[in-house]
């Protein structure tokens, strides 16, 4: 079978089965790992009432509630792992045959066909399609976006306005670095506005709507917290190595290190077809090479903004998932550059494909057995809690432990919460804290008490060492250092994410 005529003639054949590869590996072990926090979360908002749901986002004004409202529908076929994140996996697919169509509308069936395999099997992409967030929602409305406006550049026609708007739209109410797109569609317009007088005019005055859309929620963040609120303190700072590392796991995913031949590996295919996408020998022109300055501003616009005020800020805004905005196109040039490589060899364009897979493969791996990448097990966690409760116990732990008490536990199960540190000693403030929050507790004789403490993943990149290294760190916070002065340590326990410690009243006066 001669596959440059099936490509040519009849592309939905591959598509197809890109489709079902690309459904089987999101499929796999979907709910084979617990909810982590921000899932839970997911789920909080969209089963609390509407009263108390608004009340939620104005007090936590970090994200906006476009994913959250179809989330409301959606958990009337239930709230479990697999069926939540399935949402998720609907998304991711729809979201391959979008890049084959922006592939095709771009360049060619070929291309296409080539950013679709590989996004069907980025390691990354199947993460988040695996997760009950708005990733794969947001990645599947960005290429549609950009479906619908080089459409329209190429003169095609202008109901591909209607498509580009929802889909925007949509976007703008699911994340905030939709607006950095924004901005780089306006980077466009404003260098081509004698090109495209027309088109410019249209444009602007779609973002108008746009923006009238969007000013009730800016009042809404500038309330009693003001705009501080949306501001996330938990990401790591960086380093001038950051955007290198970003396509790095985009090539291999979160799971793979980057130092290992495997990953060498990676980096090098990806690289070749990306840069050969850069720097082709014959440059383009008219059209082609309009669309090309509009998919180069899509791909740096967002990361080089964020990644300077990240660098040079009080604060980071630089976090992988956050950019899978960009990830689509970056894909999209991969494949471009691979064809453009093999123009002349096309049985080369298998070998690329047959190397990635490999890189995928190990990577797909890796996030279905190996612990060490897995979510906060907060599942097994209070099932070994569980396991041992005694009628007189407590868990204790800090805010965030609430709302998986409330997911994972039992609901006798009584509660206490205390204090997060103030330094890494026990200060006179945070002892008398503590102090206070068990003095009811023991006076109604409990004998136990179940620390319960999350580790999460604050790095830009998704890599779970540090978290790790302090779920299996030894007991030494101000939580600890208090809890051993007071009580003495029964024993503890450790799942990726989580670390269960149990303390009991000291028998002696």
Not at 160 to 187: C, S
Not at 310 to 321: C, H, I, M, N
Request: aromatic share 16%; proline share 6%.
């Amino acid at each position: 079978m001669n596959w440059q005529n099936v490509w040519r003639e009849r592309p939905y054949l591959p598509l197809l089965l890109i489709l079902l590869l690309a459904f089987s590996l999101r499929l796999y072990m979907l709910d084979s790992q617990s909810l982590w926090w921000d899932e839970l979360k997911t789920i909080d908002r969209a089963t609390l009432p509407w009263s108390d749901w608004f009340i939620d986002f104005s007090n936590k004004k970090n994200q906006v509630p476009f994913y959250y409202l179809l989330m409301r529908g959606w958990v009337w076929l239930g709230t479990s792992a697999f069926v939540v994140r399935f949402f998720s996996l609907l998304l991711g697919l729809l979201s391959v045959a979008a890049i084959y169509q922006l592939g095709r509308v771009v360049v060619s069936a070929r291309v296409g066909l080539t950013a679709a395999f590989l996004l069907a099997i980025s390691p990354f992409h199947i993460w988040y399609s695996q997760e009950a967030r708005m990733y794969s929602l947001l990645a599947t409305q960005l290429i549609l976006a950009h479906v619908g406006l080089i459409a329209l550049l190429q003169g095609k026609n202008k109901r591909y306005w209607l498509l580009y708007f929802v889909a925007m739209g949509t976007a703008v109410f699911t994340h905030y670095f939709t607006f950095l797109i924004i901005l780089a569609h306006a980077i466009y317009f404003i260098l081509h506005l004698r090109l495209h007088p027309t088109l410019s005019r249209q444009w602007f005055g779609l973002m108008t709507i746009l923006a009238l859309a969007f000013v009730p929620w800016i009042f809404l963040l500038g309330g009693s917290s003001g705009y501080s609120a949306a501001v996330p303190t938990w990401i790591d700072p960086i380093h001038w190595r950051e955007p290198f590392l970003t396509f790095w796991n985009f090539s291999t995913g979160p799971t793979i290190d980057p130092m290992s031949p495997l990953g060498f590996l990676g980096l090098a295919i990806f690289a070749g077809g990306f840069l050969r996408m850069l720097f082709h020998r014959s440059a383009p022109t008219g059209q082609q090479k309009l669309t090309n300055r509009l998919l180069l501003l899509w791909l740096f616009v967002p990361l080089l903004l964020i990644y300077i005020v990240s660098l040079s800020g009080a604060f980071s805004l630089y976090v992988d998932r956050y950019l899978t905005i960009i990830l689509p196109v970056f894909l999209l040039f991969v494949a471009w550059g691979w064809v453009r490589l093999t123009q002349n060899r096309p049985i080369w364009l298998w070998g690329f494909c047959g190397l990635a897979a490999a890189v995928a493969a190990a990577g797909v791996f890796n996030m279905a057995t190996n612990t060490s990448h897995a979510r906060n097990d907060w599942a097994a966690a209070f099932s070994t809690l569980s396991e041992h409760w005694q009628p007189q116990d407590h868990v204790i732990g800090t805010r965030d432990v609430l709302l998986p008490l409330h997911s994972y536990g039992r609901s006798t199960m009584t509660y206490l919460e205390i204090p997060p540190p103030e330094s890494a000693t026990v200060t006179p403030a945070f002892a008398q804290a503590m102090a206070a929050q068990f003095a009811s507790a023991t006076a109604t004789n409990a004998g136990r008490f179940w620390f319960i403490e999350p580790f999460y993943v604050t790095d830009p990149h998704g890599w779970a060492a540090q978290r790790n290294t302090l779920v299996n760190g030894p007991l030494t916070n101000p939580h600890h250092q208090w809890l051993s002065a007071q009580f003495d340590l029964i024993e503890t326990w450790r799942f990726p994410g989580v670390r269960l410690t149990l303390y009991e009243a000291n028998e002696s006066p």
